[in-house]
């Protein structure tokens, strides 16, 4: 694949994560430039940008019109890019057989253990997502909050009480981060 260093970015993002879920999951040390090297050379596999292509719903016809569009390699590539940053977020980028092949070896340890430690760091980092954007929610809705805010009646006042305090229960109230519903509004926030 030409046009490699536009892969930087990306697969500088992938090693970092990787080295994150190493040393918090199995008391690993950062990865060797051999094992970089190698996670690169997974990265630009043609079977493997396939996955990454199908992981993101996009597909083959409009992989063709986009390169068509810009008449360059050096776009698609960084299309694809683009798509490798978007994927790393995902569980499922690390099911594929060769991530998971190369997470075992690096850890030496059963395909189960590696998918459950994956599950594990991936339900983590959900709940921490869901505690952001309730901090978010919490944050636009406090001037609710203050005991001196104009509310039209009573009523209105106990339904952003109760809105914030539903916010405020849902990390703990809560027992699968991925398919969190927040609590919708009294009124448009602004």
Known sequence: MYYNWVLDKPVKSLIERFNIFFEENFKLGKMTYEEEDELRRICIIPEFVDFVHQLNNVSQKSIR?????FKCHYDTVRFYAFLLLSSIKT??????????????????????????CLHNHFTQLQFIKVRERRDELLFATDKYALVDYPFK????????????????????????????VFPSSPAPVK
Not at 65 to 69: D, T, V
Not at 157 to 165: A, L
């Open 153 to 180: 009646d009573n009523e209105e006042k106990i339904k952003w009480f109760e809105y914030r305090q539903m916010l405020r229960d849902l990390p703990g109230s809560i027992q699968d981060p991925f398919t969190v």
């Open 91 to 116: 569980v499922e980028f690390y099911q594929h057989p060769l991530v998971l092949n190369f997470i075992i070896r690096h850890v030496d340890a059963s395909l189960d253990d590696v998918q459950l």
């Open 65 to 69: 019109i986009h390169s068509w569009a």
